[in-house]
Nanobody, 115 residues
Framework: QVQLVESGGGLVQPGGSLRLSCVASGIIFSLNAMDWYRQAPGKQRELVASISERGSSNYADSVKGRFTISRDNAKRTVYLQMNSLKPDDAAAYYC?????????WGPGIQVTVSS
């Protein structure tokens, strides 16, 4: 079955950086687009960044220029490099894959931005 597992979250000061990783199993990773979502308390889950099978990427306006999504097909891993973090970036971050009409989610990982 499809499994997604995130890592790399934690506490960082405003202006700092973190890199999230998501390892996928149960799929031919290179043939699937991947996404990162986030959800802050009391807010809806929102799409942060997407990367296609070919490596083209899209970002939410709120993170453009600060976040970078990338993938390593050999490692079946998608990354989210987050720079210049702001308190508003604090949330649970989720790796997502949509395949054949089914949504697959990782368990999520917490990012806290605080001084």
């Amino acid at each position: 079955q499809v499994q997604l597992v995130e890592s790399g979250g934690g506490l960082v000061q405003p202006g700092g950086s973190l890199r999230l990783s998501c390892v996928a199993s149960g799929i031919i990773f290179s043939l699937n687009a991947m996404d990162w979502y986030r959800q802050a308390p009391g807010k809806q889950r929102e799409l942060v960044a997407s990367i296609s099978e070919r490596g083209s990427s899209n970002y939410a306006d709120s993170v453009k220029g600060r976040f970078t999504i990338s993938r390593d097909n050999a490692k079946r891993t998608v990354y989210l490099q987050m720079n210049s973090l702001k308190p508003d970036d604090a949330a649970a971050y989720y790796c997502h894959l949509g395949r054949q009409g089914v949504d697959y989610w990782g368990p999520g990982i917490q990012v806290t931005v605080s001084s």
